[in-house]
């Protein structure tokens, strides 16, 4: 069935001064404002793959053994990012804090002005303006210094080269397919790209016929050849499935289910959304319909899919819209209006707030003597321990642990003193530094006579092993508790 017919009353001409106006502000103030934002630096990942891509840099390989940290060192590790982690260590060298801020920001106007320019011609100023205002509303939260908002191009950019190519009703190129090359050596969420061609694909045969069966069948074979162009190899390529299938995922936020709770920005953006749907009466295709039902359903069953549906539906649903374009039309040349925003945030010095993502204080008060010694950290510690040269007891990259040895150090976090005193006899601990939150584990070390605080503030604290034979447990330490039921980001 047809969408409904455009309406015949006069579209509100906004006008080529106020069209341009509507750009500099939500296609680049508004996103700058978002990326630039001290929080980009709020998660403790941000230190490590800086780190990374400075291992990179310095060796000019990538690593396939862990060379960061003591409990796992020399295992094969895969390092999907690599490419995103080489661009923040670049900037890094550059600018320090104040070039990650910078290449987030650059990406994250990218993204709007591309779906600007992309929707201006086929859609009302006010519903491109409403979806570039709802997209950045829950892309908000997940605006970190991190490879996946620079995956955030690549996945709008192959959407809108498919809805393009639909449009015409014609395959699309097969350059095209270098796009997935960059986006399967920049980030994990590459497999994205399979379900977009299959749906769009699906659409524009059911459209425009089906002799155009075999290009498509070819652009499809080109497009799996170049996500198979993975600096990783076969690793590379299987580590997404591997990680999507770890038992530890219920420990890591991003990977938590969806809930109105934790996350109301997207909640309210999706009833929002559904109600101008119902309302709009509009018909969506059925591969369209299929691709965007698919990906709510991963964003409902992990939050780190929000931000790839609200992409993909933003690219998708506003030129299904029974409304008309502004006949002013911005010209690309007007995002050169982003250069002098990124100049100064490239320019001026940045340091993030102190957090459990950047313990400055924390990290200066470690003695010297330990720096070198192992040490049991929390888990948003080790990335910063990383960046600082400190190799530590874990970090982020959870896939690279495993299952067991993730839930035993949660379980250690809780207050198993054994499990934690098999670990110190293993691994040789001579130190702790920890959350100020986690004070399970903290005060019954600490009561067991066996372990001294050296240093504490609001961030974390630092407790050292007393040197000797063994103090007997005090016998107001408090029992073990079970792993808290949250777990870090």
């Known amino acids: ?35 630039t934002s001290p929080s980009i630096f709020r998660d403790g990942d941000v230190s490590w793959q800086v780190a990374a891509g400075e291992w990179i840099l310095k060796h000019g390989r990538i690593p396939t053994a862990d060379p960061f940290s003591f409990t796992a060192a020399g295992q094969p590790w895969v390092a999907t990012e690599w490419l995103a982690e080489i661009v923040y260590a670049s900037t890094f060298r550059l600018a320090g804090y104040a070039g990650l801020a910078t290449i987030v920001a650059a990406a994250v106007i990218a993204l709007n002005a591309m779906l600007f320019f992309y929707l201006q011609r086929r859609t009302s100023p006010m519903l491109l303006a409403a979806t570039l205002v709802m997209m950045d509303f829950v892309l908000a939260p997940f605006a970190l210094a991190r490879p996946h908002v620079l995956a955030w191009l690549p996945l709008a950019g192959w959407t809108i080269a498919l809805l393009r190519a639909q449009e015409s009703g014609n395959p699309p190129s097969l350059w095209t ?75 890591i936020g991003e990977w938590h289910p969806s809930s109105p709770r934790s996350t109301p920005y997207f909640f309210a953006v999706l009833l929002a959304g559904l109600g101008a749907l119902l309302n709009s009466g509009i018909r969506i295709p059925v591969g369209r319909l299929l691709l965007l039902l698919v990906m709510l359903a991963l964003a409902f069953v992990h939050v780190r899919h929000q931000s790839s549906f609200i992409i993909v539906a933003a690219c998708i649903l506003p030129t299904l819209w029974p409304s008309r374009p502004a006949d002013a039309q911005v010209p690309s040349w007007l995002l050169l209006a982003a250069l002098p925003l990124l100049t100064f945030r490239a320019v001026v010095p940045l340091t993030p707030p102190e957090s459990e993502a950047n313990p400055r204080s924390l990290l200066s008060a470690i003695p010297s ?83 001294r605080r050296v240093y504490a503030d609001k961030i974390g604290l630092i407790d050292v092993k007393v040197p000797g034979p063994s103090r007997p447990r005090s016998n107001d330490a408090p029992d073990p508790s079970p792993p808290p039921a949250s777990a870090a980001k």
């Open 177 to 251: 397919a270098l796009i997935l090359v960059v986006w399967t050596n920049l980030h994990a969420s590459y497999p994205l790209a399979i379900p977009i061609a299959c749906a769009i694909g699906l659409d524009s045969l059911t459209k425009n016929g089906w002799a155009n069966l075999r290009e498509w069948m070819m652009f499809g074979l080109v497009s799996i050849v170049a996500l198979a162009l993975n600096a990783n190899g076969v690793p590379g390529l299987l580590q997404p499935f591997k990680i999507s299938s770890l038992a530890l995922l219920p420990y």
């Open 1 to 35: 069935m047809k969408n409904p017919p455009i309406s015949s009353k006069a579209p509100l001409d906004f006008g080529s001064a106020a069209t341009g106006f509507l750009f500099v502000a939500l296609a680049i103030g508004v996103p700058f404002g978002i990326a």
């Open 369 to 451: 003597d330990l720096r070198t010694q192992p040490v049991f950290n929390g888990y948003p510690f080790g990335g910063p321990l990383i960046l600082a040269g400190i190799r530590p007891y874990i970090d982020g990259r959870a896939d690279l642990y495993g299952d067991a040895f993730v839930a035993d150090y949660f379980g250690i976090l809780g207050g198993d003193l054994p499990a934690f005193e098999r670990a110190v006899q293993r691994y040789g601990i001579r130190w702790v530094m920890l959350p100020a939150g986690e004070k399970r584990l903290s005060q019954a070390i600490e009561s067991s006579g066996e372990w």
